[in-house]
């Protein structure tokens, strides 16, 4: 073989490995864009019958996701607690969770892992269930589609980190159904009956249940508040203590009801750290997205997987452990696409993790 031959088949190698190395990357792209399907939206009007049903509720729960900052974290923690014994006392079990401490294995008795998630009422949990966004006032694209990450998570790995929590690994158990649009006038400080109100509106036509979790988005410049004190208020320091909060509530006429509340998330106290893979709006609304979503599989009614064996732990769910100070995480690939969003914590493995 002379040199002129050598050296078209050190080229032709070399093409190869680059045609190679961009097929695997254009299968990595398409496959993680596979499952992001056009979104169906259902345009929904608010009603008499959703503001008799939001002053009608027979019971409801709430658990906030703190804002960064040490009071709003303690704040959210004590606020929590309450909502886990009131749940405690429903279920004739407010000593058990006190008294529990897991076994764990490779840790001297009696020692424990603290922050490890128990569940010793044996509070319901999510198997399955189906995702409806409620877009308030705005299009999807204003929060960076939050269809497109949820189709992501519903088939990757990261969502299997639930599996030992729910005691089932099937896979796409988490799916992304038909969204609401709601365009209504609205306060810009937004009370718990308004958002029960469209909460209601969008469980009224897509159905109640365990098997629906619906995620309410809250345009950038609208806040929302539990109480005049406690609120999710960029441009009020003193009473902005969360990002966002999950719950569930029983309406006479539709039954019970799952549902968390998006504010916009890209902003101070709330958003992810920058640079990241998607840039600040769609990354920030993600990490909040599956933070709520996976403490809606694991802890519905707040009676359900909880850290119970820590004094600074007590009342957390399988997302707050994992925060950080900064919002800062790594990127990690979603089935295929890299997102910078929070890992969740794992009992295996006593840690926060991206991977069952």
């Given at each position: 073989?002379n040199?002129?031959?050598?050296?078209?088949?050190?080229?032709a190698?070399?093409?190869c490995?680059?045609?190679?190395?961009?097929?695997?990357?254009?299968?990595?792209?398409?496959?993680?864009?596979?499952?992001?399907?056009?979104?169906?939206?259902?345009?929904?009007?608010?009603s008499?019958?959703?503001?008799?049903?939001?002053?009608?509720?027979?019971?409801?729960?709430?658990?906030?996701?703190?804002?960064?900052?040490?009071?709003?974290?303690?704040?959210?923690?004590?606020?929590?607690?309450?909502?886990r014994?009131?749940?405690?006392?429903?279920?004739?079990?407010?000593?058990?969770?006190?008294?529990?401490v897991?076994?764990?294995?490779?840790?001297?008795?009696p020692?424990?892992?603290?922050?490890?998630?128990?569940?010793?009422?044996?509070?319901?949990?999510?198997?399955?269930?189906?995702?409806?966004?409620?877009y308030?006032?705005c299009?999807?694209?204003c929060?960076?589609?939050?269809?497109?990450?949820?189709?992501?998570?519903?088939?990757?790995?990261?969502v299997?980190i639930?599996d030992?929590?729910?005691?089932?690994?099937?896979?796409?158990?988490?799916?992304?159904?038909?969204?609401?649009?709601i365009k209504?006038?609205?306060?810009?400080?937004?009370?718990?009956s308004?958002?029960?109100?469209?909460?209601?509106?969008?469980?009224?036509?897509?159905?109640?249940?365990?098997?629906?979790?619906?995620h309410?988005?809250?345009?950038?410049?609208v806040?929302?508040c539990?109480?005049?004190?406690?609120c999710?208020?960029?441009?009020?320091?003193?009473?902005?203590?969360?990002?966002?909060y999950?719950?569930?509530?029983?309406?006479?006429?539709?039954?019970h009801?799952l549902?968390?509340?998006e504010?916009?998330?890209?902003v101070?106290?709330?958003s992810?750290?920058?640079?990241?893979p998607?840039?600040?709006?769609v990354?920030?609304?993600?990490?909040?997205?599956?933070h709520?979503?996976?403490?809606?599989?694991?802890?519905?009614?707040g009676?359900?997987?909880?850290?119970?064996?820590?004094?600074?732990?007590n009342?957390?769910?399988?997302?707050?452990?994992?925060e950080?100070?900064?919002?800062n995480?790594?990127?990690?690939?979603?089935?295929?696409?890299?997102?910078?969003?929070?890992?969740?914590y794992?009992?295996?493995f006593h840690a926060?993790?991206?991977?069952?």
């Open positions: 073989m040199l002129c031959q050598i050296a078209r088949t050190a080229f190698l070399v093409c490995a680059v045609l190679a190395g961009f097929l695997k990357f254009a299968n990595v792209a398409a496959q993680s864009n596979a499952w992001a399907p056009e979104e169906s939206v259902v345009s929904v009007q608010l008499a019958v959703d503001q008799i049903a939001a002053d009608d509720v027979t019971t409801r729960h709430v658990h906030l996701h703190p804002q960064r900052s040490v009071a709003a974290h303690r704040f959210a923690l004590a606020e929590n607690d309450e909502n014994q009131t749940h405690a006392n429903a279920h004739g079990d407010s000593d058990s969770a006190a008294s529990t897991l076994s764990v294995p490779g840790v001297p008795a020692g424990f892992y603290p922050a490890d998630l128990s569940n010793p009422a044996h509070g319901q949990v999510l198997a399955s269930a189906q995702s409806n966004n409620v308030v006032n299009a999807a694209s929060w960076g589609t939050p269809s497109v990450f949820l189709a992501h998570l519903a088939l990757s790995r990261f299997h639930t030992e929590y729910t005691h089932t690994t099937a896979n796409n158990r988490y799916t992304v159904g038909a969204s609401t649009s209504e006038s609205l306060p810009g400080t937004l009370s718990q308004n958002i029960l109100q469209i909460v209601h509106a969008a469980a009224r036509t897509h159905g109640s249940g365990y098997d629906h979790v619906y309410v988005f809250l345009p950038r410049g806040d929302v539990l109480s005049t004190k406690v999710y208020s960029p441009n009020n320091p003193s009473t902005f203590l969360f990002c966002a999950h719950g569930s509530v029983d309406f006479t006429g539709i039954g009801v549902f968390s509340i504010p916009y998330q890209n101070p106290g709330c992810v750290a920058q640079p990241s998607n840039g600040p709006l990354d920030s609304t993600s990490s909040t997205l599956s709520e979503l996976i403490e809606t599989i694991t802890d519905p009614d009676d359900a997987w909880l850290a119970q064996n820590s004094l600074i732990d009342g957390a769910e399988i997302g707050d452990l994992c950080t100070p900064f919002g995480y790594a990127p990690f690939a979603v089935y295929g696409k890299p997102y910078a969003i929070q890992p969740e794992s009992n295996r926060c993790a991206t991977t069952p």
